[in-house]
């Protein structure tokens, strides 16, 4: 069965940093692409980043483009986000996932597209 486990949540003061890791495991990691999700309390989920099977293409919702980095080992197992410049709104709880078609070359931002999830790390951005 296919196992995500996210790490690396906590509290942060504003303008602060945290990296988030999601290690994979029962499935061959390096034929998926992978994304970092989030949810706020009271809203919707939406996407943060997404980054292809063999981690040539990346892509970013505009609300953390420029601050933060999705990025893959996959001799690892391992999916990371680095977030910088963090800001109140970042608050959430971050999911990574598994890209339900394997090695799709395009990237999706669509949370039905994928179909393994992890069990989420909470980030708190505040002073």
């Known amino acids: 069965q296919v196992q995500l486990v996210e790490s690396g949540g906590g509290l942060v003061q504003p303008g602060g940093s945290l990296d988030l890791f999601c290690a994979a495991s029962?499935?061959?990691?390096?034929?998926?692409?992978m994304g970092w999700f989030r949810q706020a309390p009271g809203k919707e989920r939406e996407f943060v980043a997404a980054i292809t099977f063999n981690g040539g293409s990346t892509y970013y919702a505009d609300s953390v483009k420029g601050r933060f980095t999705i990025s893959r080992d996959n001799a690892k197992n391992t999916v990371y986000l680095q977030m910088n410049s963090l800001k109140p709104e970042d608050t959430a709880v971050y999911y990574c996932a598994a890209d339900s078609r394997i090695r799709r070359r395009s990237l999706v931002f669509n949370a039905e597209e994928y179909n393994n999830w992890g069990q989420g790390t909470q980030v708190t951005v505040s002073s």
């Open positions: 029962y499935f061959t990691f390096s034929s998926y692409s």
